[in-house]
């Protein structure tokens, strides 16, 4: 059963650039979540995925925004950065809805550096 | 709305000492707690979850975890620690209904010595 992974593992950016970040959930999970975390601090949850739909979102801007595809793999993508948006960004896959199959899986996270 | 605190940001600890590492919540509704622990430059990984049924929960490596209501905590433990448990433990809370979102707290560092 192959994990949930992320790419790329580093990147850099300029301050006002774009950047697309991939997931590629657990296999057969439906549900995906994207968080961030900022260095000594506890994931932040940006939004969730569910078959396609945005199922619920944090406290973060509009600028933050994401896409899950058919075979549930996802995309996240930030605009015009800003120095604050470096951080570990951390995707996690679950089965879904159903509560005896809560269990959320994490990847190793894509470290974002914003110069 | 829903919030956990870890009340601790660094615990050290001997090696083969015990350890607990404390966490209470706010939520004004039922709850899923959870432990998840990552180490350096890697992911999180789940410890243990309480779903419901018994407040005791026991997880990978050794930790458990009790969940209290009264009290809004959810404590790991583990009776004696190695030096492979050096990392940082997350406490972290969802709602229990349908919608996923889940609150981490700011994460303690566990630190065995020698």
């Known amino acids: 059963e192959t994990g949930v992974t992320q790419s790329p593992t580093h990147l850099i950016k300029t301050r006002g650039q774009q950047v697309t970040l991939r997931c590629s959930s657990q296999?057969?999970?439906?549900?995906v979540s994207w968080y961030q975390q900022a260095l000594g601090q506890g994931p932040q949850f940006i939004f969730q995925y569910y078959r396609e739909e945005e199922n619920g979102r944090g406290n973060f801007p509009p600028r933050f925004s994401g896409l899950q595809f058919p075979n549930y793999s996802s995309e996240l993508n930030v605009n015009a950065l800003e120095l604050d948006d470096s951080a570990l960004y951390l995707c996690?896959?679950?089965?879904?809805?159903?509560?005896?199959?809560?269990?959320?899986?994490f990847g190793p996270g894509t470290r974002l550096t914003v110069t | 709305a829903q919030s956990v605190t870890q009340l601790d940001s660094q615990v050290p600890v001997f090696e083969e000492a015990p350890v607990e590492l404390r966490c209470n919540y706010s939520?004004?509704?039922?709850?899923?707690l959870f432990w998840y622990v990552q180490y350096p430059n890697q992911g999180l990984q789940l410890l243990l979850k309480y779903l419901s049924g018994s407040t005791l929960v026991k997880g990978i490596n050794g930790f458990e975890a009790e969940f209290n209501k009264s009290q809004t905590s959810f404590h790991l433990r583990k009776p004696s620690v190695h030096i492979s448990d050096t990392a940082e433990y997350f406490c972290?809370?969802?709602?229990?209904?349908?919608?996923?979102?889940?609150?981490f707290g700011t994460g303690t560092k566990l630190q065995v010595i020698p």
């Open positions: 996690a896959s679950s089965l879904g809805m159903d509560r005896g199959r809560y269990e959320q899986y």
């Open positions: 972290a809370v969802s709602g229990s209904g349908g919608y996923q979102k889940v609150t």
């Open positions: 939520s004004s509704v039922s709850v899923y």
């Open positions: 296999s057969g999970h439906n549900t």
